[in-house]
């Protein structure tokens, strides 16, 4: 087997647990080099430290597949690793009917991506040495998993970084293009065909289930109480009465006002819903994400509490913001309030924007630094976003804010949350910080599998 010696000054990365070798830590290569084929990995002793696949042509040289020796790839090897994901999936999730099967990386399997959506698999091959091995990893699917149909989605631009072209399309079998799941015991509709990545983001399942306890605990602000009347039955219990005394007969009284931006398929909706929300503005600036949210929320019988937004989530922001403070001006200058200096506000003109209010302001962006160098520019969008959502949050709610950017690094992210804090004149109390779900492991030597952030912030003002 051809073999690759590592730099004695190099950084023990591999020893660590990183699954890939650099092309600037490589000293020197005995052997014939046939890309995407099995190199052992020694280091400048000649010591064995782990067997990958190769590919010269990209920067991350040797994608490691054990540390162990390893002959060759094929079915049976990979069916073994495909047994491992299985495993650990069921011992993990309560329900392994839709998931991330395999993570790349974090199961061993560098550069390959499967999800599961009920019997149809959805394979994602970013890697050269993956893709060299296609038909043994069918097969192996077919045999571990048993699946309808095996669905293709390499329709991603790394895969040009290996020398690949962009591919989609059927593997085996029957594969509908839209397929119902399961998730957080709600329905979901999957777009398997044009849905983003894979179709559905499987990474925030838990995320998402945890916005439950801050949507109920609201109806004392519009002056509803619990009152113990007469029943119909003759006994007494404790019914919902408004300020009047008038018994309030809408049964999410309790619930939340929600604002869900970036909304994709409406899952963080779905579940502000099942939790008892009163009402969710749903927004996405793509109509068909907008189009597949509406599907979803009527599959659940939501469709009276949610409303639908077509719109750019920054702009949109700012139209609140620009109506709250048009709505200041005016109770100011109703008030006398003016003072000197001070333009006076002419109250006839109809308001220019709505200038809403939210109890809880779900972000949920797509990744804004796909690169290191995009960092700062990154940050300054998630200032922003963050920045606009906290103007528009009632006094005591919630700010629920995530970023997918590997790049931005989780203490830079809460920094950047806390001076968006600092420039709204709010406090911020962090209730939950989390990562991905327990089907996208991590391992502990690589950090770029820890990209996900998500937090739960309680807001209030300054002063």
Request: glycine share 10%; with cysteine; net charge neutral.
């Amino acid at each position: 087997m051809t073999s690759v010696y590592l730099q004695r000054s190099r950084k023990k990365r591999l020893e660590q647990g990183h699954p890939w070798v650099y092309q600037n830590e490589i000293e020197r290569v005995e052997g014939e080099v046939v890309p995407g084929s099995l190199v052992q990995v020694l280091d400048h002793r000649g010591r064995f430290l782990a067997v990958g696949t190769v590919n010269p042509a990209s920067q991350i040289t040797v994608r490691i597949m054990a540390y162990e020796p390893v002959d060759k790839l094929d079915r049976a090897f990979f069916a073994e690793r495909f047994r491992r994901c299985k495993a650990h999936r069921e011992r993990f999730l309560s329900d392994t009917g839709a998931c991330r099967m395999v993570y790349g990386e974090g199961d061993s399997l560098p550069g390959l991506v499967v999800d599961k959506f009920g019997s149809v698999l959805v394979v994602q091959i970013l890697s050269l040495g993956m893709d060299m091995y296609r038909d043994e990893l069918v097969e192996a699917l077919v045999e571990v998993f048993a699946p309808q149909g095996i669905y293709e989605r390499s329709d991603v631009a790394v895969r040009e970084l290996e020398g690949l072209e962009q591919r989609t399309g059927v593997l085996y079998g029957e594969c509908p293009r839209h397929i119902l799941i399961e998730e957080n015991g709600l329905k979901l509709e999957v777009d398997i065909v044009q849905g983003q990545k894979t179709g559905y983001f499987f990474d925030q399942r838990d995320n998402r289930a945890a916005i439950a306890p801050l949507m109920l605990g609201w109806g004392s602000r519009s002056g509803i109480t619990l009152e113990e009347r007469e029943n119909p039955e003759g006994g007494r219990s404790l019914v919902p009465v408004n300020r009047g005394g008038k018994e309030v007969t809408f049964p999410y009284w309790d619930g939340a006002t929600v604002l869900e931006c970036f909304s994709h398929t409406g899952s963080f909706t779905l579940n502000a819903c099942r939790a008892g929300a009163k009402k969710v503005t749903c927004l996405d600036i793509s109509a068909h994400a907008i189009d597949t949210a509406r599907r979803n929320v009527e599959l659940n019988e939501f469709g009276e509490r949610v409303e639908f937004v077509v719109a750019d989530a920054f702009d949109y922001l700012r139209q609140q913001i620009k109506g709250l403070d048009e709505r200041k001006q005016r109770a100011e200058a109703a008030q006398g309030q003016s003072g000197a200096g001070k333009s006076k506000v002419d109250t006839s003109k109809p308001l220019t924007s709505e200038g809403r209010t939210w109890d809880v302001v779900i972000l949920d962006p797509p990744a804004f630094a796909k690169t290191r160098s995009a960092v700062e520019s990154a940050c300054r969008g998630y200032k922003d976003i963050n920045l606009h959502a906290l103007k528009i949050i009632n006094e005591g709610g919630y700010l629920v804010t995530a970023s997918c950017s590997y790049h931005v690094r989780p203490d830079r992210f809460l920094q950047t949350v806390q001076e968006a804090a600092q420039d709204a004149g709010k406090v911020l109390r962090l209730i939950e910080y989390r990562g991905a779900g327990k089907d996208h492991p991590r391992l502990l030597g690589a950090e770029e599998g820890d990209y996900l952030k998500f937090a739960i912030f309680e807001v209030r003002s300054r002063s």
